[in-house]
């Protein structure tokens, strides 16, 4: 798998860190730089952490569904891509009163926000990809755009959330796409 598609993974995964770190940026009265970091930390490790576990199951089951394995790739990316839309677009719920100084609430949110890049772990299996490559640029891609999404909280309005949520959905959806139309050509 090239490293283009791995970062373009890493962006579509993070969206959700990305916009929960804005919606925290919104929460905080005044920019606190330690938490901008703490969040950053948090939400970056989970997203790199996901993905080897998925990785490490889907070993085990690899040589029974070798044949058909970019169908699973294909369509777990699509059901996680299309299920980040639908929640962007219609699930309900304030994430501007969420407190992630609380240390419970931030690891709840981490795990919340990096449960898809399970499934894309698996995938990565099925397609026999260097995984701690993966996983330490999905980490890093995750860090950077979770801090950056803390600072750009603070500035901004609650609308730019939703809108990188959809675009992390239609990123995934695309390369699961390109994933199967590879295998097919």
């Not at 992630?100 to 890049?117: C, G, H, R």
Request: glycine share 10%.
């Amino acid at each position: 798998m090239e490293l283009t598609t791995i970062f373009l993974i890493a962006v579509g995964l993070s969206m959700d860190a990305f916009a929960v770190s804005i919606s925290s940026g919104l929460c905080m009265d005044r920019l606190r730089w330690r938490s901008a970091l703490r969040i950053a930390l948090f939400f970056g490790g989970f997203q790199a952490l996901m993905p080897v576990i998925g990785y490490f199951a889907g070993l085990t089951i690899r040589s029974l569904i070798a044949s058909f394995d970019h169908w699973i790739a294909f369509g777990l990316l699509l059901f996680v891509g299309a299920r980040m839309i639908y929640e962007s677009l219609f699930k309900d719920g304030d994430e501007g009163k969420m407190n992630t100084e609380d240390l419970p609430t931030l690891v709840m949110l981490s795990i919340a926000t990096s449960i898809d890049a399970l499934a894309v772990g698996l995938s990565l299996s099925l397609l026999k990809v260097d995984i701690i490559a993966a996983a330490s640029l999905i980490g890093v891609v995750t860090f950077s755009l979770s801090f950056a999404g803390v600072l750009l909280g603070r500035r901004t309005g609650r609308a730019l959330g939703k809108r990188v949520e959809v675009l992390g959905g239609v990123i995934l959806m695309g390369i699961g796409l390109k994933i199967l139309l590879s295998h097919l050509a």
